[in-house]
């Protein structure tokens, strides 16, 4: 029997199932999460663009030359805009939203991304939506109100908008990888350096303009924008691709909550940051937001179709 074909995994291919391509996926959300944590311990403050920049611009060279493949066609106008919506506009915004608010609060804004994701996916991919993503989508929105309302949140309102416009344009991004896929013989990695590098060139001015180099950069800020840069992107980009051609966009978008999971684990443990019983239910519906949204009700879609 040919095991490709059978959808639950069997020992030695668990890496070519769903299952083992969401945990796999899922790695990249998690790792985000520790983009807030980073910002405000280690990095400069203040320096929003030239943060992006360092995360992208050296993440892309790097992958262009481990892939040794350049866009050809309307890829170079397709890695733009790609590369503008997932990085060139989302990192900037991100890191905004983590100087001007609590990680764990900043990180959360994020877990609006699968709403934008679910719409999108009816309007470009032309997806169904079905009564379970809407379900599961508005329990994550509840999930979000939860944490970002909490008493004690101090929160910014330009920090709000900074956090809701990058989710909305990385999920837009999202969606658009989906539609777009990428060209035969092209690897994940090859994808993420066409973008990253895109990002990076896009930031380059902005960075030098409004920021500039930050004075005084030590050891942990360089330790800081090495992780950002190798771990929170190129490797975390590569495996997030990967993932979006093979699972269900948002399905895929879902993991994301992850992220504020992630960041507000490290919240509590290193800044101290104090969550509300409130805010941990909000979490706590997240999570389950999310498991949820994997595990779709595939047989039940035969009979009951949304």
Do not use: C
């Not at 397709?78 to 764990?104: D, E, I």
């Not at 416009?165 to 990695?189: H, N």
Request: hydrophobic letters at 55%; glycine letters at 14%.
């Amino acid at each position: 029997m040919n095991t490709t074909t059978i959808p639950l995994p069997v020992p030695g291919t668990l890496l070519t199932s769903r299952i083992g391509w969401t945990l796999l996926t899922a790695i990249a959300p998690a790792v985000w999460g520790t983009t807030y944590i980073v910002t405000t311990h280690l990095l400069p403050e203040g320096h929003p663009f030239f943060a992006a920049l360092m995360r992208s611009l050296p993440a892309g060279l790097l992958a262009l030359l481990i892939a040794r493949r350049l866009p050809r066609g309307s890829w170079w106008w397709k890695s733009l805009v790609l590369g503008t919506l997932n990085m060139g506009a989302f990192f900037p915004l991100l890191f905004l939203a983590a100087q001007r608010l609590p990680g764990g609060i900043a990180a959360t804004l994020g877990a609006s991304q699968p709403i934008v994701v679910a719409l999108l996916a009816v309007a470009i991919l032309h997806e169904k939506l079905s009564a379970w993503r809407v379900i599961w989508g508005l329990g994550g929105m509840a999930g979000v109100g939860l944490v970002v309302l909490g008493p004690d949140a101090g929160l910014d309102p330009l920090g709000i908008l900074a956090g809701l416009a990058g989710a909305a344009s990385m999920g837009t991004g999202v969606v658009l990888t989906k539609k777009w896929g990428r060209p035969e013989g092209v690897s994940a990695i090859g994808l993420a350096g066409w973008q990253l590098t895109a990002a990076g060139l896009l930031l380059l001015i902005p960075a030098m303009l409004f920021d500039g180099i930050p004075p005084g950069i030590d050891g942990p800020a360089v330790a800081g924008y090495l992780w950002l840069s190798l771990i929170g992107a190129l490797l975390t980009y590569g495996l997030w691709f990967s993932g979006i051609r093979r699972l269900p966009v948002t399905a895929t978008a879902l993991l994301g909550l992850l992220s504020p999971l992630v960041a507000a684990t490290l919240g509590a443990a290193i800044a101290a940051e104090v969550l509300t019983p409130g805010q941990l239910f909000g979490f706590a519906v997240a999570l389950i937001a999310m498991v949820a949204g994997q595990l779709g009700p595939t047989k039940k879609k035969a009979r009951f179709p949304a």
